[in-house]
């Protein structure tokens, strides 16, 4: 099943989402309902809270960016409960986007190397280590379980530049293809 995707703006993805335990209720179907609603909406990668579940679950799969990048072909995982200790390296730009934030791209910048603990979908533990686009995608989602999104990022003058786009995103006043939740969207008026 499709589920919508919560615009900029509302309020679960400002909330640090919280742990969960093996035999949460429903995960496997809202695994299953995530990596549908990601293809669907052409993403590369889906945090749940922008399902509006404020849990420590997200998804990728970078297919799209395979032809370009074949190093990462077969890059496509489940993280429950992870934790990002330790980023190395000289930070580096990259162009970020965000299925909450429809129409807009910014560069940000962000270390290149990760060390992630986490759990996959039969809550076994995992340690590993990610460079470049990969770890960049890791950097992005693992931010929505924090409460931070990419536009936090960028500099304030930026920001207020985006301002007023941003404010349509959370009214709903823009063209997107796939099911969105618009947090300060009008309601229309019945006669
Ligand atoms: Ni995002």
Redesign the pocket.
Known sequence: MILPIVAYGHPTLRKVAEEISPGHSGLEELIENMFETMYSSEGV?L?AP?VNQPIRLFIVDVGPYVQEHPELEGFKKIFINPQIIEQTGEPWVFNEG????PDIREDVSRPPRIRIQYYDRDFQFHDEVYEGISARIIQ??YD?LEAT??VDLISPLRKILLKRKLNDISSGNIDVKYKMIFPARKKKVRA
Request: contains cysteine; glycine residues 8%.
């Open positions: 990668g945090a922008q965000c299925l909450s934030i992005h989602e929505h999104l990419f």
